[in-house]
């Protein structure tokens, strides 16, 4: 499974970007997709996530402000980011999570990170 991001920029605190990660390879492996960010010094954390039939899971940071959502092919997924604040400034990753088989078990896979920049 690959993984590419889309979307990162610079914008002002309490404006919005939109985040979209397009998945190609083997996709119908694919469970759960979402949105994890790092800050410089700072642990990798999760966003939001969302599996292949619609529910999302989100971090209590981001409640209200973001949406995420998949595509109807399922092989994409969007993050919606409103009323960004300073604090949201990240480095953003795609996940894609692959359904479990007793071989491999659940396997992980990202996409190469876009930068989102909130100016203050």
């Known amino acids: 499974v690959q993984l590419v991001e889309s979307g990162g920029g610079l914008v002002q605190a309490g404006g919005s970007l939109r985040l979209s990660c397009a998945a190609s390879?083997?996709?119908?492996?694919?469970?759960?997709m979402g949105w994890y960010r790092q800050a410089p010094g700072k642990q990798r954390e999760l966003v939001a996530r969302i599996t292949n039939s619609g529910t999302p899971n989100y971090a209590d940071s981001v409640k209200g402000r973001f949406t995420i959502s998949r595509g109807s092919a399922k092989n994409t997924v969007y993050l919606q980011m409103n009323s960004l604040k300073f604090e949201d400034t990240a480095v953003y990753y795609c996940n894609a999570e692959t359904y479990y088989t007793t071989t491999t078990g659940r396997l992980n896979y990202w996409g190469q990170g876009t930068q989102v920049t909130v100016s203050s």
């Open positions: 390879g083997t996709i119908f492996s694919i469970d759960t």
